[in-house]
């Protein structure tokens, strides 16, 4: 298993899986982010960090069913795995206690 830090691309990948459920595949995955963040996402990079994610231990998947409208292919659906929803517990955890720790001067005047 590689390194278990959540990157923060990563991170949004694996709480949209979380999202999605039984929907959570490649394309899925990245309009969903793009909805959310109005960020431009490519399909090439989620399917890079859902690489990374599933050799963390972070996501397992299976393939789904295949239809016509996909040429016959099938789907590759992921879901989070134990480790992956403690890492994103972790990772909440640690952003929750620098927020709390950030003076709320910073954010005058804003």
Not at 15 to 40: D, F, H, P
Not at 73 to 90: D, V
Request: net charge positive; proline share 1%.
């Amino acid at each position: 298993m590689k390194g278990t830090n959540l990157g923060e691309f990563e991170e949004l990948v694996l709480l949209t899986v979380g999202i999605l459920q039984e929907e959570a595949y490649s394309i899925a995955i990245a309009k969903e982010i793009k909805r959310v963040t109005k960020r431009n996402v490519i399909f090439a990079v989620v399917h890079s960090a859902l690489n990374r994610l599933e050799e963390k231990g972070y996501v397992d998947s299976k393939l789904g069913g295949a239809t016509q409208e996909r040429g016959g292919r099938s789907k590759r659906i992921f879901t989070i795995s134990a480790a992956g929803k403690k890492a994103l517990l972790r990772s909440k955890t640690q952003r929750d206690a620098l927020w709390s720790l950030m003076p709320k001067v910073v954010f005058k005047n804003i």
